[in-house]
């Protein structure tokens, strides 16, 4: 696992990149998980409570979300 970048509209960079349009995830494999993994360690990490993959410059539709006041209860949506 690894913590990533998170973009942010406040750089012209980027928003750019933000703009960009996320594609279909055809299936779930290793790469996909590993990339949920990335993505919640990530959001834990920037202490959020939801993180899309084209946040992180992945522009698949993923999302990862955990409300819970522990994180104890991780949420991955996708879009496939």
Not at 25 to 40: H, I, Q, S, T, Y
Not at 50 to 56: K, R, Y
Request: no cysteine; aromatic share 2%.
């Amino acid at each position: 696992m690894a913590i990533r970048r998170i973009l942010t509209i406040d750089n012209a960079a980027d928003l750019a990149i933000l703009k960009q349009v996320s594609h279909p995830v055809a299936g779930v494999d290793d790469a996909v998980r590993a990339l949920m993994d990335d993505m919640l360690e990530t959001m834990y990490d920037a202490r959020g409570i939801g993180l899309a993959a084209t946040q992180i410059d992945v522009h698949r539709r993923v999302v990862v979300m955990d409300v819970s006041d522990d994180n104890s209860l991780p949420l991955v949506m996708i879009n496939h």
